[in-house]
């Protein structure tokens, strides 16, 4: 089991920014690849960006490259999100989730962390 935990959401006028960070305990952190998703109200989950266990790899949606940063600290069991020049559309739910790289599937989520970006 591996337990995530985020934080670091809140409201910011657009433009701003904000990191998020997934906090994670429970079984080697290193061993996941770690991923962040969104949801905004009356969407489908979204993703957003992810990092590969050791954190050589990144891979970023289109509509956030340029602008947001994923990192990882492996000796802090922790993952980040650095979002700059936000946007209204940003607005969600973020989600933090541990898996493989290679296949995509993600087996633990965090509970989310809300961003608003206000306009």
């Known amino acids: 089991q591996v337990q995530l935990v985020e934080s670091g959401g809140g409201l910011v006028q657009a433009g701003g920014s904000l990191r998020l960070s997934c906090a994670a305990s429970g079984r080697t952190f290193s061993n996941y690849a770690i991923g962040w998703f969104r949801q905004a109200p009356g969407k489908e989950r979204e993703f957003v960006a992810r990092?590969?266990?050791?954190?050589?790899?990144?891979d970023y949606a289109d509509s956030v490259k340029g602008r947001f940063t994923i990192s990882r600290d492996n000796a802090k069991n922790t993952v980040y999100l650095q979002m700059k020049t936000l946007k209204p559309e940003d607005t969600a739910v973020y989600y933090c989730?541990?898996?493989?790289?290679?296949?995509?599937?993600?087996?633990?989520w965090g509970q989310g962390t809300q961003v608003t970006v206000s306009s």
């Open positions: 989730a541990a898996g493989s790289w290679v296949n995509g599937k993600y087996d633990y």
């Open positions: 990092v590969s266990r050791i954190g050589i790899s990144t």
